[in-house]
């Protein structure tokens, strides 16, 4: 049976630090820290219980499984899980993803013409402000154990917990109140420079009473995630808060390069490609983890959500396709991507179809689903035969079984948030930009590295004189799509919302067109600016 730290845990966490009531997204809103729960931490043991929510508020969305007691109301509990709310932000606004659903504001959110009302962007912005307070509640609890040396450790990582939660603040949102103290006063609002600052600060401090790498149990951070977020924040600075920070980037995604964590080259399945296996039922124990420094940990018996790898495995099959194949007992219909995504593939194309589409590839990180689907995209909204469908998530272990859940409904398959990949491509991209203790050489050979392991040869490798910032964009849209990176990635690269890159249906056209540069960010939400007079909207909403 496939249990981990979070599934071992989740049903013993102290119940005063899992229950949570909240008002409804559409009536009175929530400040961050007044989802915070008072409790008295007796002993190291009940310390880890209550460590466990930490993690689990990125996984799960309330007491009762997938549903029941959600802990964000207002908006369907499945849909409010946060990597299913961060692939909807990150991943669904750009060339990556369209999805077929009309729930409302959901079809916005790739026309690129959301309000301040829309709930999606609401709620991400209350699933992050939850993260943050119970982070504060735990940390102002767990002090008074703070002489023990594992509850210290304890206390890093719901710090470094608590600074992703405001990374993503500072990513999504920009201007938010920072509140790292239990309170129940109406915050101020901060400005994204204070948010980055506090981030850096935060992560800075925090990765020296991390453990070393690779001490912890699989489905706990160590100082390496500390290394590999700062990374992530250097390479974005110029956009947070325009400062060059790509020398910083290089150092940080260097160290974290050079930890016990590497790229995994293991191809259990046989396939003649280790790149799939990062994706499947059994990827916390079949090689690929070696490579996760931050991963979102599900299981189909053990923490069964909506959200997670169970809405991108099941939302992700539909036409023609066999669910059983996937691993699960039916496709949603959703999730397809756009040819601007297909197309990056084109120089490892081998077989086409009568038309000259693509439907055969020498990448194994081209996963595509292309029997009975169009590549051109004619209609997003109850079509799902246009566009190709993704099958790079899969509730299939390495051996070919699926996923512990017999009936097929959830999924088992952990979700990588950091991997080593990613670090690779940073250092690269920070190198192109003039990032200083780098060079040209290491950062090819690392790209070379990601492109051998997709291939199985060297026959995609690059030279020196080829590795450009045009090449890295594209490159990390190979690597990373559907891992909710895309939007940030486009934005650092002025290609987000500009005229500089159109894809199908960008900002509501079928051949895509500029929108205004205010998209770059979400609004808050309206609510909480009605209630909390400290807050200024986000500019355009």
């Known amino acids: 049976m496939k249990m981990n730290y979070i599934k071992k845990l989740i049903l013993v966490i102290p119940a005063l630090i899992i229950v949570s009531c909240h008002d409804d997204l559409d009536q009175t809103p929530i400040d961050p820290d007044s989802f915070t729960e008072a409790d008295v931490f007796v002993n190291a043991d009940e310390a880890k219980g209550a460590l466990a929510k930490l993690y689990a508020s990125l996984a799960l969305t309330g007491q009762e499984g997938p549903a029941g007691q959600p802990d964000i109301s207002g908006i369907d509990e499945g849909t409010s899980q946060y990597s299913r ?7 669904l606004t750009t060339d990556n993803a369209v999805v077929g659903w009309g729930d409302p504001g959901l079809p916005n959110l790739h026309a690129m013409s959301w309000g301040a009302n829309n709930d999606f962007t609401t709620a991400m912005y209350y699933r992050l402000a939850q993260e943050a307070s119970f982070c504060n509640s735990f940390i102002s609890n767990a002090e008074s154990l703070s002489d023990n040396d594992e509850v210290k450790a304890y206390i890093a990582e719901a710090r470094f917990l608590r600074a992703f939660a405001y990374y993503n603040l500072v990513d999504l949102y920009a201007n938010v109140p920072l509140v790292d103290k239990v309170s129940t006063d109406l915050p101020s609002q901060s400005s994204r420079t204070e948010v980055f600052n506090y981030v850096e600060s935060e992560l800075l401090e925090v990765q020296d009473l991390l453990k070393e790498s690779g001490a ?6 160590d100082k390496v995630a500390a290394w590999a977020l700062l990374s992530k924040l250097y390479l974005n600075a110029d956009v947070y808060v325009g400062e060059d920070r790509n020398t910083d980037a290089v150092t940080y995604a260097s160290k974290a390069i050079n930890s016990s964590y590497s790229i995994n080259t293991t191809d259990a399945n046989g396939n003649g490609s280790a790149y799939d296996e990062l994706f499947l039922a059994d990827n916390n124990s079949n090689g690929a983890q070696k490579e996760f420094i931050f991963a979102l940990n599900f299981d189909g018996n053990q923490s069964r959500t909506y959200g997670g790898t169970t809405f991108l495995v099941h939302a992700s099959i ?8 996937s691993g699960v007992n039916g496709g949603w219909e959703g999730l397809r991507t756009t040819k601007a995504l297909v197309n990056k593939f084109d120089y490892a194309v081998t077989a086409k179809d ?4 693509p439907t055969e590839w020498s990448d194994g990180r081209a996963l595509f689903y292309t029997e009975g689907q169009n590549l051109e995209i004619n ?5 799902f035969t246009d566009g ?10 390495s051996n070919g079984e699926q996923g512990n859940d017999a009936s097929g409904e959830f999924v088992d398959t952990d979700l990588p948030v950091i991997r080593v990949a990613e670090m690779y491509l940073t ?3 920070a190198v192109l930009r003039g990032g200083a203790g780098g060079d040209l050489q290491t950062a090819t050979s690392y790209i070379n590295e990601l492109r051998e392991r997709a291939i199985g040869d060297d026959s995609g490798n690059i030279n020196s004189s080829d590795l450009t910032l045009d090449f890295i964009i594209d490159e990390r849209a190979r690597e990373l799509y559907w891992e909710g990176q895309r939007r940030s990635d486009l934005i650092r690269f002025n290609d987000y919302t500009s005229g500089n890159y159109l894809w199908p249906f960008k900002g509501g056209a079928k051949s895509g067109t500029a929108v205004e540069s205010f998209r770059d960010l979400f609004p808050l939400p309206s609510n909480i600016i009605l209630i909390n007079t400290n807050l200024k909207q986000n500019p355009g909403y």
């Open 318 to 325: 539909g036409g023609s396709m066999d669910a059983s194949n």
């Open 379 to 383: 209609k997003i909204a109850n079509t």
């Open 388 to 397: 190709y469908a993704v099958t790079k998530f899969t509730n299939i272990k």
């Open 85 to 91: 709310m961060l692939f909807s932000l990150n991943e």
């Open 216 to 221: 912890n149990e699989y489905g706990r951070v």
């Open 427 to 429: 250092y690269a991209e």
């Open 354 to 357: 009568a038309d000259g589409n």
